[in-house]
């Protein structure tokens, strides 16, 4: 039902991701990827190394470094001259140098009467007091060292971040990666933004516990709810695993829990530049856990009324939201939008609600809720930029996000058999739980899955809301599809066979940011998708050799087997 688990098939590659996903234990020493016999999806993945010399040089970046100076000085002149090796010039320089002791030559005239001189100090002084010493001149009006600026990319101090979140930096570095670090530096998100996680419920991670707003509870079986009663107030996650011997509706058997809430939510929100653990996309935005899936997976009626609960909306028998949130992620579906849902986005869109919502992982259709009208449905890449092996695609697809996962060109086939992904696989990190039933030790675990992908949009829409709060769902849904860049050339998306299949590109949080001041005006809060929807046709997006690779090399695995109950 949700759009990741830990469930593995027979045959697939999940013993080795299992040994990957325990190597990225919080705190623990673990087994690196080299050690599981799989190539690094990026430069460092071994614990010890991205707990300590990562971990320095983004406290370095974040902090007030030094300055580095480049041993020249801008210098104005008292008389406003700035000729280079005219007779006044160097008489003039040559004073200069008897009263200071320094010796300088021009390097190049600057604007506003200024020179860049190269100064040569046999004292030793350091940049500044060499500065001073030249202001202390009669003839200078001012003197400042040169020195190196650098782009305001932030980089917070989470350890996981520098080693392993590629995907959330520059594009420049993974042609995949959302731009973050930019967008930072024009906002880290707004307390007075509630962003829902309709999922599993939450655990008490430490690295997300401080960023959580009260939610609810809407499960209303008690063989569904794992916690001993039917819906209440609280939204925690007791785990969804199926014990042996059980079966659920859909005919599947025993899982573990997946502690999907958890792992969604630290993707948009994880506690960040507290020098542990990840780095969420929002920085200060609050997280409602809204808790619709347990054993088994969601129903249909739970999720949309915790849906319609977290957007503000009445819900009868449930306390109104004292805290509605703007924009709600369901990471979870299965099947077509029906008319209930399509009514619940609506009402939801109608109070100025943003929804958005995971397509799925099916390798084939968006999935419900994503395919209904005026929903944001996100799409998974891996980090080089192409659309995900296991990610659906399809009309109502609004843009895509990192996912993690193979690009579906990168799949290595031999004898009709996947035996691994050309340049390895990537992974989102996530914060998660080790147990296997209820929650024991917390850690932070690789995922994949267009789970992942909808809370980058997600954290993206409440960053983009707290740079203009006046946004509507249908602004920001045009902003982030006019921000978007292009899949890379030569991808399955810029293949003609798939035109319109993955909707406006990359997610590019920077664009994103720097466009929602100025958004297009929209006359209706639905989607230019709406036509598409309803239908859920289109077909499966891939060929039948590539879904039946996929079932062998486990990336089903990572995603919902769709199982709607009913
Ligand atoms: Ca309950
Ligand atoms: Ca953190």
Redesign the pocket.
């Known amino acids: 039902m949700s759009y990741a688990t830990l469930k593995f098939r027979k045959g697939s590659i999940a013993p080795i991701l299992l040994a990957m996903a325990a190597s990225a234990l919080l705190g623990l020493p673990g087994i690196s990827r080299a050690d599981a016999g799989m190539p690094a999806a990026s430069p460092s993945a071994s614990t010890s190394a991205s707990a300590v010399a990562p971990a320095s040089a983004a406290t370095a970046r974040i902090g007030r470094p030094g300055p580095r100076y480049t041993g020249n000085y801008i210098v104005r002149w008292r008389d406003g001259g700035q000729t280079i090796d005219t007779s006044a010039d160097t008489t003039r320089m040559r004073r200069v140098e008897s009263n200071t002791g320094l010796a300088l030559s021009v390097r190049r005239p600057m604007a506003n009467a200024m020179q860049l001189l190269t100064v040569k100090d046999s004292r030793g002084d350091d940049p500044e007091t060499v500065a001073r010493r030249l202001r202390q001149d009669p003839r200078v009006a001012d003197a400042v060292p040169d020195r190196w600026l650098q782009l305001h990319d932030t980089a917070p101090n989470?350890p996981d971040f520098a080693t392993q979140s590629l995907y959330m930096g520059s594009p420049v570095v993974t042609p995949g990666a959302a731009n973050l670090s930019r967008a930072w530096d024009r906002s880290r998100g707004s307390a007075s933004v509630v962003i829902a996680v309709v999922d599993t419920g939450y655990l008490d991670h430490p690295?997300l516990a401080g960023r959580l707003v009260a939610g609810y509870d809407f499960i209303s079986a008690t063989s569904v709810s794992v916690d001993g009663d039917g819906r209440d107030t609280d939204a925690h996650d007791p785990g969804d695993y199926v014990p042996s011997g059980s079966t659920c509706p859909d005919g599947s058997g025993a899982t573990d829990s997946s502690w999907h809430g958890t792992r969604v939510a630290s993707v948009l929100g994880?506690?960040?530049n507290?020098g542990?653990?990840?780095?969420g996309v929002d920085w200060n935005a609050r997280i409602q856990p809204v808790r619709v899936s347990g054993r088994c997976g969601a129903l249909l009626s739970d999720t949309v009324d915790g849906m319609r609960w977290a957007g503000g909306l009445t819900v009868p028998g449930v306390p109104n939201n004292p805290t509605p949130a703007k924009v709600v992620n369901v990471s979870l579906g299965g099947g077509t939008c029906s008319s209930i849902e399509q009514q619940a986005v609506n009402d939801l869109n109608a109070a100025g609600v943003i929804v958005v919502a995971a397509a799925g992982n099916s390798a084939g259709a968006v999935e419900a809720p994503a395919d209904c009208a005026g929903v944001i449905a996100v799409t998974a890449h891996a980090n080089d930029g192409e659309n995900a092996s296991f990610a659906n695609v399809g009309p109502q697809v609004t843009i895509s996000a990192p996912g993690g996962g193979c690009g579906n060109s990168k799949v290595i086939v031999s004898n009709n058999v996947a035996t691994g992904c050309t340049g390895g696989q990537s992974f989102i990190r996530t914060l998660s739980n080790a147990g296997t039933a209820g929650p024991t030790t917390y850690n932070i675990i690789s995922s994949q899955g267009t789970s992942f992908s909808a809370p980058m949009v997600s954290g993206v829409a409440a960053l983009m809301l707290a740079v203009n709060p006046a946004l509507t769902p249908a602004q920001v849904t045009a902003v982030l599809k006019n921000t978007a860049r292009a899949h890379p050339a030569g991808t399955y998306c810029t293949r003609s066979a798939n035109t319109g299949k993955c909707g406006a590109g990359l997610l590019d949080a920077d664009a994103a940011l720097a466009a929602a001041p100025n958004p297009p005006s929209t006359g209706s809060t639905s989607t230019s998708t709406a036509a598409d929807s309803g239908g859920g046709g289109g077909g499966g997006a891939f060929s039948p050799w590539s879904a039946a690779v996929l079932l062998v090399i486990g990336l089903v695995g990572f995603g919902t087997r769709r199982r709607p109950l009913r």
């Open positions: 989470d690295d994880a506690v960040t507290n542990s653990g990840i780095a």
